[in-house]
């Protein structure tokens, strides 16, 4: 695979959570960040593991397909790692990642990768949409939309989960995460976040979700959503709020 010449963010987390599939310029973007903001691997570890509790917990209700957007690289405590009973499309918008989750993906029969914008669903291919989430439409699903409301302003995001909403069965389920205001003590950071990344204060958070019923834990730190065992020994920042929500089985 030929190296890329410019970061992305879906190796630099890669990077962060200690995995293999990045490359040198990923490593250097990661490592200016962190310079300017400070460490992020215990930040994104964090995110990483209220994915594996959110997934875990829609698949104990009976969901057994699931559809990624903004998936990023497919390893490291990913959607197929932590339910691996359960089939799996993996979409994103940048190619470079596209060929490497469907290179790492290869093998697989139960999980796939292909390109998908979350703002328009008619972007995936409606066979692998069909192979991988068999009953798209018809009967419950997991959708997992972490690392993108960032980037979407208020309009977009309320459209495209309004979207998403329509588009699955009743008992159906949303994985979601926004950034807070953290980085508006750092203004070296937030500035390599690109004019498009959207800051929000957590009050903001629930009614972003419109239709989608968020579960009885409410939109809370990711940290703090379903804890398991001890809690980290140094608490990370604030960073990212997460939630599970429904659209309510009719």
């Known amino acids: 695979m030929a190296e890329p010449d410019q970061p992305s963010t879906a190796r630099m987390i890669d990077f962060w959570l200690g995995g293999e599939h990045h490359f040198p310029v990923d490593v250097a973007a990661a490592r200016a960040f962190e310079g300017a903001y400070g ?21 104990d209700e009976g969901v057994d397909g ?29 190619p470079v990642t596209i060929r490497l989750g469907q290179r790492l993906l290869a093998g697989s029969d139960r999980a796939g990768y292909g390109f998908g914008d979350a703002t328009d669903i008619g972007t995936i291919d409606p066979a692998q ?11 419950p699903v ?10 979407l302003d208020d309009a977009t995001l309320g459209r495209t989960l309004d979207e998403l909403y329509g588009a699955v069965a009743p008992g159906s389920f949303l994985a979601i995460d926004f950034d807070s205001d953290e980085l508006a003590a750092y203004p070296e950071a937030l500035a390599m976040m690109g004019p498009a990344f959207r800051m929000r204060p957590p009050a903001a958070f629930a009614p972003l979700l419109g239709r989608w019923q968020p579960t009885v834990d409410g939109v809370v730190p990711v940290a703090g959503w379903r804890p ?7 608490p990370v920042p604030e960073a990212f709020y997460g939630a599970v929500a429904t659209k309510p089985a009719a």
């Open 39 to 59: 460490p992020c691997a215990a930040i994104f570890r964090s995110l990483r593991d209220f994915l594996g509790r959110a997934v875990r917990s829609i698949a």
């Open 66 to 94: 699931f559809l990624v957007f903004g998936a990023g690289v497919p390893t490291r405590g990913n959607v197929h790692e932590v339910v691996p009973d359960a089939t799996v499309l993996y979409t994103d918008v940048d």
């Open 129 to 139: 949409l069909h192979r991988f989430v068999p009953g798209w439409g018809r009967r």
């Open 142 to 151: 997991g959708v997992v939309f972490l690392g993108l409301a960032a980037f």
């Open 228 to 234: 398991e065992g001890v809690p980290e020994p140094e």
